[in-house]
């Protein structure tokens, strides 16, 4: 599990490196959000799960 935000930060540190800091995170926030639409458009049911409410409503 702890994988995923070491590959993140070392994409942070690479880009920010190469570029600069502002330019790491616009593109760190653009890979998020076309993260998740990737996991959106591969998942439907996903969108429409729900948790069913314990407060007796």
Request: glycine share 16%; charged share 15%; proline share 5%.
């Amino acid at each position: 599990m702890l994988v995923a935000p070491l590959r993140g930060n070392l994409r942070a540190g690479l880009v920010a490196g190469w570029t600069s800091v502002g330019t790491s995170l616009i593109s760190g926030g653009i890979a998020c959000v076309l993260a998740v639409g990737r996991i959106a458009a591969r998942t439907p049911g996903l969108s429409r799960a729900r948790i069913p409410r314990t407060d007796g409503r």
